[in-house]
């Protein structure tokens, strides 16, 4: 399994931006893909999340109403568009899979422990 970012730039306050998150070496329906972000000396947290068989999509309360995640399973990629960017939205952003069985199981809408495959990180940052 196999997570690449892409996507992240400086825009301003009020701006948008598409990430982009490209997967390769798993079947999409099996698994949930969810976005998180982290800043330096906090935890990372979750921000959006898309379960790859019947797209069924959640946000983190931050996010709710300016982030829309999307999935392309024809291109095995997941989108998150981010709207209004606020300068609190700077962090590295990364997206990561988990089995939706396990995401079911736990109970919680981002437990960081069962993601895998993080990608390596787009940064985004919203100046003010």
């Known amino acids: 399994v196999q997570l690449v970012e892409s996507g992240g730039d400086l825009v301003q306050t009020g701006g948008s931006l598409r990430l982009s998150c490209a997967a390769s070496g798993f079947t999409f329906d099996d698994y949930a893909i969810g976005w998180f972000r982290q800043v330096p000396g906090k935890e990372r947290e979750g921000v959006a999340c898309?379960?790859?068989?019947?797209?069924?999509?959640y946000y983190a309360a931050s996010v709710e109403g300016r982030f829309t995640i999307s999935s392309d399973n024809a291109k095995n990629t997941v989108y998150l568009q981010m709207n209004s960017l606020k300068p609190e939205d700077t962090a590295v952003y990364y997206c990561?899979?988990?089995?939706?069985?396990?995401?079911?199981?736990?109970?919680?809408?981002?437990?960081?422990?069962?993601?895998?495959?993080w990608g390596q990180g787009t940064q985004v940052t919203v100046s003010s």
């Open positions: 990561a899979a988990v089995l939706r069985a396990l995401l079911l199981r736990s109970g919680q809408d981002f437990p960081v422990k069962y993601f895998r495959s």
């Open positions: 898309i379960s790859g068989r019947d797209n069924y999509a």
